[in-house]
């Protein structure tokens, strides 16, 4: 278990690195580089010490043993060549194991200030370990800074979440394993800690299950700091060797695995089985099946979607789509899965999304947990399910269990802070009790069961929609709210808006707002705001506050409120936003919103009129903390001050400029599945080069030396985002860019960082504005053109100056997109309150 000492030095770690390394990724990579680093040299000084050899730092890579660096006679500048040059070469020494090697591979240090990195290595140098668990320990906490890798969709799931869903799962000692998006590991890990409990000398299941569902202990306590310590002692040593070559990861990102091997290592796997491998754009593995699969896979896809090659089921772009559809298809004939998705996958109106639900429903679905909506905070409010898939089951049953999640022991605030109420414990016993029910056949009530359901699947299937919104099937009972809960049309209605032919929609006073917003206006109003207005058609179920008098039309509903002296206006808009009534799309044709279907299956909470103002007002407060800080974010711009005495350059005088390849040279025939990336500009700048799509043979990639990219040179999009620019980092995998591409390559005389921050400016992105063609699509008029345009020089201290300067800045930029985050989730746990569910 961490100790507060462990964990006061991590957190010191991270304090010394954020001036110099403000990405949270990065801090993890810097402090995992450096705790292995000394993890070695510990083995080293113990196999001394146990009348053994050296085995690392030995020969020629003696000198950069531990102790060298904390040597009291070496300098701040000794210190840092040395600890930079040993980092960079130790994937070269040939005594270190060749996880090891992969780990440092690529590892540099990205500041170069001597007393930073002395302080970072002093806090280093207290860590001490006896045994690689309790370093785990450490490093899981280290992970646990990670949160989000947001732009990407990607977000690090809570360790109790994963637990819950390796309990259903429940992995055996002879079964392969999959997480084919693994991150840091944390599915594969608990699994392994899952099967070690199991076969561990002493273990009685009744009595752990007693403890998590009667006394509330976590799972993660009973899996990972019971007192029995569970050692896997059961199993032969052919299980275990089976174990460690059956257990399987696959990640996008080389940072991404270098954490999953370190986190795999750490937790005894020798030679961990973790793969840089893209999942969804590459066929190389697609014939290796698993029994079990664990997944919370990226849930947002680049812009122009996927494009994945040919053997999926279904044709979709989109990366959540194609994630579930990997899964369920790479699961053996015995084979079962948990994957956590987002709320896209349970209702979107797709023709991917509808196929991907009839193939889940038909032949691999047998449960839809959902989970409350602030899981995932403090990094993301993102609504989601968690999908529980068996193969075989699936066949044997003609129905799917529904669950909710309404607690899983921690508010749903920013902070997460533990609670006494926690739904888990009982929702993994009732799924466990379907599933065995199932294998079993043996007849599973659920009649007296709180927050379960069980779906007939023709039920699901009836309007082609084959929708797994809990919500739609469920009865009255979904809400536990402390004040009434009135029938939704006691509190209000749902009234058509009026037909208005589109030539009547004129210039006038009033707006005329339809599913899909304002179409018009027009000289007369049908009520008077503020109003509520919810999608019909088009947009269905959005729910949207019009402040203004208004003419709703008739692809919309305006909400009426039954007693207007017993119910706030505003106080009605936020909890309507809560019901999901975009789950309830229907009907033939064009799907759209029954009022029927809304008053059956919702009823509305209604404290008195004052609670209700004194709730709107708590919301409006937050409101006004986030407006401000969205100004500052949606306004700031980097901006350089020109002083009149620094000389102002042709932008080609300092930087060389090459661009993609144009014409037959990049067609697709000649890609291949891996090798030399071909990086375009959705790929490489708004991806932040996490993601690539082609790639060419060494072949190719030698004829095309001239388009090659390397770190420290600069990029910018030439059309469609044109003007974004990203600077190449050093684990860049190496390749070229293709023709919507600029790569800018800047001399001696100036920093990479200065020119990104001149090209992200007002002044540099009007003038490409002017140079720019193409009313749909915006296009670079000419590279030539580009040359011209003109950028300050200073001298490079002032050029670090202002970088540091525009850094602290951007660092109040980031502490504003924080606090927005933070006070939408007081909002939503306001809201919560109302029904029930703890802060």
Not at 652 to 672: A, N, T, Y
Not at 674 to 679: I, K, M, R, S, T
Request: aromatic share 10%.
């Amino acid at each position: 278990m961490l100790d507060s000492d462990t964990k006061r030095r991590i957190d010191t770690c991270r304090d010394i690195l954020v001036g110099k390394v403000p990405d949270p990724k990065s801090q993890v990579e810097q402090i995992t580089i450096a705790l292995i680093y000394k993890f070695m040299d510990d083995m080293d000084a113990e196999a001394e010490a146990l009348g053994g050899k050296r085995s690392f730092f030995t020969g020629d890579y003696a000198k950069y043993g531990w102790s060298k660096l904390m040597a009291p006679n070496m300098g701040g500048f000794d210190v840092l060549s040395l600890y930079t040059e040993a980092i960079q070469k130790m994937n070269e020494n040939p005594g270190v194991p060749e996880l090891f090697r992969d780990i440092f591979k690529n590892a540099y240090l990205p500041y170069r200030d001597p007393e930073t990195l002395r302080s970072f290595l002093k806090e280093i140098n207290g860590f001490t370990y006896d045994h690689s668990e309790r370093l785990g320990d450490a490093f899981e906490y280290l992970l646990s800074v990670l949160g989000s890798q947001g732009e990407a969709g990607q977000f690090r799931t809570p360790r109790h979440i994963i637990d819950f869903m390796v309990e259903i799962v429940d992995p055996k000692k002879d079964e392969t394993i999959l997480d084919p998006a693994c991150g840091t590991a944390g599915f594969l890990i608990s699994s392994y800690k899952h099967i070690l409990k199991h076969n561990t000398k002493g273990y009685k299941e009744q009595q752990d299950r007693e403890a998590y569902d009667e006394k509330g202990v976590p799972i993660e306590a009973l899996t990972l700091d019971s007192p029995l310590h569970y050692k896997g002692d059961l199993l032969t040593p052919d299980d275990k060797k089976r174990l460690a070559a059956s257990i399987h990861g696959y990640d996008i990102s080389p940072d991404m695995v270098r954490l999953s091997l370190v986190n795999m290592y750490l937790h005894g796997f020798t030679s961990p089985h973790i793969d840089e491998y893209d999942t969804l754009t590459s066929d190389e593995k697609w014939n290796e099946l698993a029994d079990v699969i664990l997944a919370n896979p990226p849930f947002m896809s680049p812009k122009g979607g996927i494009k994945p090659h040919k053997r999926f089921s279904v044709d979709a772009t989109r990366s959540e789509v194609l994630f579930v559809d990997y899964i369920a298809e790479h699961l053996t004939p015995n084979g079962r899965a948990a994957v956590v998705v987002p709320e896209g996958i349970i209702f979107q109106s797709g023709t991917a999304y509808k196929q991907l639900r009839e193939m889940l429903v038909k032949n691999y679905l047998v449960a839809v947990i959902s989970l409350p909506a602030g899981v995932f905070n403090p990094y993301s409010g993102v609504k989601t399910s968690i999908l529980v898939l068996d193969k075989r089951l699936a066949k044997k049953t003609d129905a799917i269990l529904f669950a909710k999640i309404n607690n899983d022991g921690y508010n749903l605030g920013a902070q997460r802070r533990p609670i006494d109420k926690n739904d888990l414990p009982a929702a993994a016993r009732n799924i466990r009790a379907w599933l065995v029910s199932l294998r079993n056949g043996a007849a599973f009530d659920v009649g007296r069961i709180a927050n379960v359901n069980l779906v007939a699947k023709e039920k699901i299937s009836e309007n082609g929609e084959w929708n797994l919104s809990g919500e739609r099937y469920r009865g009255d009972e979904a809400k536990h709210s402390k004040y009434d809960l009135l029938p939704f049309e006691q509190v209000c209605t749902l009234e058509y808006g009026a037909a208005l032919p589109k030539e009547k929609r004129i210039a006038g006073e009033y707006p005329v707002l339809g599913s899909n917003g304002i179409t018009g206006y027009h000289n007369e109003y049908l009520i008077e705001g503020p109003a509520i207005i919810v999608g019909r058609k088009g947009s269905v179920g959005e729910v949207t506050l019009v402040e203004k008098n208004c003419y709703p039309i008739d692809t919309t509903y305006y909400v009426k409120r039954v007693s207007p002296e017993t119910c706030d206006i505003w106080y009605l808009y936020h909890v309507l936003k809560t019901l999901d009534l975009p789950a309830l799309k229907g009907g033939a044709g064009i799907p759209g919103l029954n009022r029927k279907d809304v008053y059956d299956k919702h009823k509305i909470p209604l404290p008195p009129l004052e609670v209700q103002k004194e709730i709107v007002a708590e919301i409006e407060g937050y409101q006004k903390i986030i407006d401000g800080a969205r100004q500052v974010v949606e306004n700031y711009q980097p901006r350089i001050p020109i002083h009149s005495d620094w000389p102002i350059v042709k932008l080609g005088d300092v930087c060389l400029f090459k661009r993609g390849p144009f014409g037959g040279s990049l067609k697709k025939e000649i890609f291949v599945n891996d090798g030399y990336a071909v990086y375009e500009q959705g790929h490489a700048i708004e991806n932040q080069f996490s993601s690539i799509r082609y790639f060419i043979d060494e072949t190719k990639f030698n004829e095309m030396r001239g388009f090659e990219i390397k770190p420290g040179d600069l990029i910018m999009s030439c059309s469609g985002t044109m003007g974004k620019v990203a600077i190449v980092p050093e684990d860049i995998k190496p390749g070229i860019i293709n023709q919507a591409l600029l790569k800018l390559t800047p001399n001696e005389k100036i920093l990479a960082v200065f020119v990104k921050l001149w090209m992200d400016s007002k002044n540099f992105q009007s003038n490409l504005d002017s140079l720019a063609y193409g009313a749909a699509i915006r296009n670079v008029a000419s590279v030539e053109v580009l040359k011209e345009l003109r950028i300050p020089l200073p001298d490079l201290d002032t050029q670090r100056s202002i970088i540091i300067k525009i850094d602290e800045e951007q660092r109040l930029v980031s502490a504003n997109k924080d606090l927005i985050r933070i006070f939408e989730g007081k909002i939503k746990a306001t809201i919560n309150r109302v029904w029930g569910e703890a802060e």
